[in-house]
């Protein structure tokens, strides 16, 4: 998740030196300088971040249920 975070604010900020670097590239685009990349890797983002918690809290159910069993 870390590393998705890192590449994450990487390209947004990249995306935005982009921007103001060639502003008559973005100029052209009828959608702000944000929607080429910033958008895509947000979403990838928390996709990930998505599934793992999912995964972690499964995790955690598992091992409470064998705590449990134990007992």
Not at 28 to 39: E, K, V
């Amino acid at each position: 998740m870390g590393s998705f975070f890192g590449v994450f604010i990487g390209n947004t900020i990249a995306n935005y030196r982009d921007c103001r670097s060639f502003p008559e590239i973005y100029e052209m685009r009828s959608a702000p300088w944000y929607c080429y990349g910033a958008l895509t890797s947000f979403i990838l983002f928390m996709a990930v971040v998505v599934v793992c918690v999912l995964i972690k809290i499964i995790i955690r159910v598992f091992v409470r249920k064998k705590g449990e069993e134990k007992m």
